[in-house]
């Protein structure tokens, strides 16, 4: 009897040891204006008079991490590059970003220590939406600023429910309508075929879609789940429907497995991918590692030619542009080891816009003159379209220009298009020149 | 008189942990409320392995269970948070029936296979009907002080309450259970099957009755879990979740309930602090987030070796009788003298 229970024992630790394995393989204001004299005080929690303290939860490790775990250290290099050049009215900002493995019990857990423990002035950017709706009530209902949330969920545009929630990003619905307006345009009579991820993301984004693109011409609605890797049945049924062109909702990893699968069935649409899902670096390496696991040897930069999609901050690809000549210098300066994709570019583009809003806040801010600064409007920085923010409106980047992958970066086709959340809401061009990046690097106060 | 001792042990251990919540940070009264929510997920999980000798890899999944049905009711009908949590607790606890009649017929690795299967399956339901859970982002739960406490009790310090209170009334019913006469009928069946069905005992509803037990404090720790980080959503219920309460379950002491409180200690401080040490040491971002996870391998594998009982175990060994006896401790005694014999629980 002793024998088995030893027997049992042992069994039960090898089951423990796979499954941990297992678990370990699917793991990634209107601030008054106050003179330059008065003295820095501790004026909200989280600032001393040296220093500002902000908080973050990002997933470094886990199965978001590949690609977005490179956001939050490009955010905290462009800090470092404000701290060495005066920091913001002198104070220094400190940014803790913590690992919640994308999972949103995590979440909880890692912003509840940030807000109760260490005391932090702000949550900023942290990123996804199931992740970051696991705190949006406790941050509100703690009155933390919750600025610029790495996700392009409409969720975080409620001012009335959500006053501290502000977004950054476009928000999918926007892109879906400036997408779809390019399809009916140039691809009118074709059939289309969406392929799309389960939830806000996926969903937002066909809402924004289904805005503009006539619904006789698509022939194929297929979803997928983040949980299941195999799309040869989407894939299948987008091929079966003769689908043309495929637009995509879709993470890096999943724009990979379509396109992937698409060349296992022969089935070679016009692929046109939302921003989030199509960084050309990101997906030309997943695109190389995954066909290396199938035995197969793949090009990256070949099979990402032509995708068309979106961007909202100036193409990597344009290097004499003033933004990506400052982001190329916090890059080779603060990231060497990091590849400056479009991830790195969304770490220091969002940093930027907070280090705009701190300078707006004044000199001894609390945490509503950082609210109130962003409810005043946003000068437009590093993004390729006016921020939506006002005391009624907590989206951010209103617009995006069509873009083209070519040769492994973003080259831009189209002027950049602005519109709105509303179904049925116009799209115009925008055709205001984008202001050049302030030659020190560092937005003025 | 077993029942005394266990209410006036209770009792005394409300009063310190009251105490202590108002003592503590509202920081840490909001990791007293987490350590109680997994205490209570993984007190059931090891009396199912200790006591009636079946394995559970799918424990998160009645966690899930229970924090949906919690969060149900809660959003749609608004019910008091006692009716609530029973809600809960009823809702799992028919799945562990459902799920038990198959389970019983397993052994084993099969028995672990199966719930794994359930560990990996069940979560995926909710993106199947995201108009009624709320698909991937799943849906939120809030509680706030009951006005009585005032407008300004700290939130966190009410969660440690309504937690606590759960564990130790899961601690109380799980001790006079597996002291009663369905617990030492679990260990008979644990130690042989045919013995004990030649005793006339009912071999296949007992270990149906020990997955139900266990699937109710699973759902009622995931109801508690819910209240506390304020989200139900898959994407909190997947695998790693119901290995971690096996891991605790393992690490504390298979079969002993003060185990089950260290297990959950270690489940929820040792990644936290580990995180701070790495970070405060200059680590770069990716390799202080990696610590955590490493150091919990290295803790595991310490423990497994230094004390193959779990910590409850190792800590019976240097302090003698004065700790509790492990549940599982029936085995070498002669029946009938386990009242003099065991400490209290």
């Known amino acids: 009897m002793k024998r088995r229970h030893r027997v049992n024992a042992v069994a039960l630790a090898g089951v423990t040891a796979i499954a941990m394995v297992i678990a370990a393989c699917s793991s990634s204001g209107s601030g008054k204006p106050s003179s330059s004299s008065t003295a820095l005080t501790a004026s909200a929690p989280g600032i001393t008079a040296s220093q500002i303290l902000i908080g973050s939860h990002q997933p470094l490790t886990g199965v978001a991490a590949p690609g977005y775990d490179e956001i939050a250290p490009a955010s905290d290099a462009y800090f470092q590059y404000v701290n060495a050049h005066g920091g913001i009215y002198g104070r220094k900002i400190v940014y803790k970003f913590l690992n919640d493995q994308y999972d949103p019990t995590i979440t909880s857990t890692v912003v509840h220590q940030l807000v109760l423990q260490d005391n932090v002035y702000a949550v900023f950017d942290g990123l996804g939406t199931p992740t970051h709706l696991a705190v949006l009530q406790y941050l509100n209902s703690s009155k933390v600023p919750d600025v610029f949330v790495a996700s392009g969920c409409t969720c975080w545009n409620n001012t009335s429910a959500d006053p501290y929630t502000t977004g950054w990003q476009i928000d999918y619905v926007r892109e879906g309508k400036i997408l779809g307006n390019y399809i009916k345009q140039h691809f009118a009579g074709k059939k289309i075929g969406y392929f799309y991820q389960d939830d806000e993301f996926g969903m937002d984004g066909v809402k924004g879609l289904d805005d503009e693109i006539p619904q006789s011409q698509v022939v194929a609605r297929e979803s997928y789940n983040q949980a299941v890797t195999n799309v040869a049945p989407q894939v299948t049924a987008l091929k079966a429907a003769g689908a043309q062109v495929v637009v995509s909702f879709s993470v890096p990893a999943f724009t990979a497995l379509l396109k992937l699968n698409s060349l296992k069935l022969s089935f070679s649409p016009q692929l046109v991918v939302s921003n989030v899902g199509s960084d050309p670096i990101t997906l030309g390496g997943l695109l190389e590692s995954y066909a290396k696991q199938g035995g197969a040897t793949v090009a990256g930069n070949q099979l990402t030619q032509g995708i068309i999609t979106d961007g909202y901050q100036p193409s990597l690809g344009s290097t004499s542009n003033s933004w990506i000549q400052l982001y190329e210098k916090i890059h080779s300066t603060y990231l060497p080891k990091l590849p400056l994709d479009g991830n790195v570019a969304y770490g220091i583009g969002v940093a930027y816009t907070f280090v705009q809003a701190m300078f707006k806040a004044g000199r001894n801010p609390t945490r509503q003159d950082l609210m109130n600064a962003i409810n005043g409007g946003l000068p437009q920085g590093p993004v390729v379209a006016p921020y939506a923010f006002s005391a009624t409106n907590h989206a951010g980047v209103t617009g995006a220009y069509l873009a083209v992958v070519k040769n492994g970066a973003l080259v831009q086709t189209g002027p950049v298009q602005v519109t709105d959340d509303s179904s049925g809401g116009a799209i115009t061009t925008y055709s205001t020149t984008q202001p050049a990046a302030p030659a020190s690097g560092i937005p003025s106060p | ?345």
């Not at chain 2, 266990?6 to 409300?14: C, D, E, R, T, W």
């Not at chain 2, 560990?119 to 991937?136: C, K, R």
């Open chain 2, 1 to 345: 008189m077993t029942l005394a001792r266990h209410f006036a042990v209770a009792l005394g251990v409300a009063v310190i942990l009251l105490l202590l919540s108002l003592r503590l940070s509202p920081y840490r009264d909001y990791q007293m409320a987490e350590v109680a929510a997994y205490v209570t997920a993984v007190a059931g999980l090891t009396v199912l392995i200790g006591l009636s000798g079946q394995i559970s890899i799918g424990n998160g999944a009645f966690m899930a269970i229970g924090g949906y049905a919690s969060a149900l009711v809660l959003i749609h009908l608004h019910w008091p948070l006692e009716l609530v949590l029973l809600v809960s607790v009823v809702a799992a606890a028919l799945a562990g029936a459902l799920f038990g009649v198959a389970a019983a017929r397993l052994r084993g690795p099969y028995l672990a296979g199966a719930t794994l299967m359930l560990a990996v399956a069940l979560p995926s339901i909710a993106n199947q009907f995201p108009s009624l859970f709320g698909g991937d982002q799943g849906l939120t739960v809030a509680i706030t002080p009951p006005a009585f406490l005032g407008a300004t009790f700290p939130p966190t310090r009410w969660q440690a309450w309504v937690t606590c209170a759960g564990a130790l009334i899961t601690l109380i019913l799980l001790a006079n259970l597996s002291r009663s006469r369905v617990g030492r009928s679990w260990r008979a069946v644990r130690d042989d099957e045919v013995a004990a069905a030649l005793s006339g005992l009912n071999v296949a509803r007992l270990q149906i009755l020990a997955f139900v037990v266990s699937a109710a404090c699973a759902g009622l720790g995931g109801a508690l879990l819910a209240l506390v980080t304020g989200i139900v959503a898959p994407g909190a219920y997947t695998l790693t979740l119901s290995i971690a309460l096996l891991t605790g379950a393992v690490l504390g002491g298979l079969g002993t309930l003060p185990g089950a409180l260290w297990g959950s200690l270690v489940l929820v401080l040792v990644p936290t602090y580990l995180t701070n040490v790495g970070s405060s040491h200059g680590l770069s971002g990716a390799a202080s987030s990696s610590v955590p996870i490493a150091a919990y391998g290295v803790v595991l594998i310490v423990v497994m070796l230094a004390f193959p009982a779990g910590i409850q175990g190792g800590l019976r060994r240097f302090f003698g009788p004065a700790t509790a006896a492990p549940l599982t401790a029936l085995r070498r005694r002669t029946p009938g003298s386990e009242h003099q014999e065991e400490g209290p629980i």
